[in-house]
């Protein structure tokens, strides 16, 4: 309780600095609408259903481009961590393909696959790929060595090394991987929907901003904010349920 009253200090602050600057009219309300005009329409959206059918949307994006990365990121990370013969294949094209931001390959995922969907699914895949490959790599490739001569003295196989003690040593990397994962699918999908989109909260902000109603654009902000923090809550959440030691390590360390 008190982490959260801590933590509602700073927005308190912003939000009273945002009523004075509306309430003195510092800035035009056609650019800077006021907290109390904002409220009014985020309260029409809600009930209108207009914000719940974009976000909705939006989420279903990021399931299905975050699932194609899970997919592919995870099996590849645990190769390229085992076999460093498979990594030197691999590495020089995951390389330059990591240094490509996937918003600079916009227009050319539109002239391949259009507006539809498969452009937002391959956005968000590129998005979310190397973080959770990166991580798992890392856990992979971090595991203790005593841990693989144990097994290796057990007569385990390949996959036996790789299932019983690599990859339980590296899920706490591989979590670490699927969070930020989460974080970049959310927002390079705003950033596609921005760009080419009919449906989708970065489509309202846009279409917003083309009738010029900042109230709306302001809505939309506070959406994507809020809903990309409830989503890393609950994962978290989740996260520290599934791998209660990774918590209790964590507390020892900062003790």
């Not at 974009?54 to 994006?61: A, G, K, N, T, V």
């Not at 299932?163 to 974080?183: C, K």
Request: hydrophobic share 55%; aromatic share 12%; glycine share 8%.
């Amino acid at each position: 309780m008190r982490t959260w009253r801590n933590g509602l200090i700073l927005p308190f602050v912003l939000l009273l600095l945002w009523y004075l600057i509306t309430a003195r009219q510092i800035f035009s309300p056609y650019l800077l609408p006021s907290p109390a005009a904002t409220a009014s329409t985020a309260a029409e959206l809600i009930a209108g259903g207009m914000l719940w059918q974009h976000l909705w949307i939006s989420l279903q994006r990021v399931a299905g481009g975050f699932f194609c990365s899970v997919l592919v990121a995870i099996p590849l990370g645990i190769l390229c961590g085992r076999s460093s013969s498979f990594q030197a294949y691999c590495w020089p094209v995951l390389e330059f393909l990591r240094h490509v931001p996937p918003l600079a390959a916009i227009p050319l995922i539109i002239l391949w696959f259009g507006i539809d969907e498969g452009s937002k699914l391959v956005i968000i895949f590129l998005a979310s790929f190397f973080p959770l490959f990166l991580n798992t790599y890392s856990g992979i490739k971090g595991c203790d060595r005593k841990l693989l001569e144990v097994g290796t003295s057990l007569h385990f196989t390949a996959w036996q090394q790789a299932r019983l003690i690599q990859l339980p040593a590296a899920l706490p990397s591989i979590a670490v991987g699927l969070q930020l994962s989460l974080g970049y699918s959310w927002r390079a999908l705003i950033g596609a929907e921005l760009i080419a989109a009919s449906s989708g909260i970065g489509y309202m902000i846009l279409d917003a901003e083309q009738m010029s109603r900042p109230d709306i654009v302001l809505v939309g902000l506070f959406a994507i904010g809020i809903v990309g923090s409830l989503i890393d809550w609950l994962f978290l959440a989740l996260t520290n349920k599934l791998l209660p030691w990774n918590v209790k390590a964590g507390e020892e360390h900062a003790a």
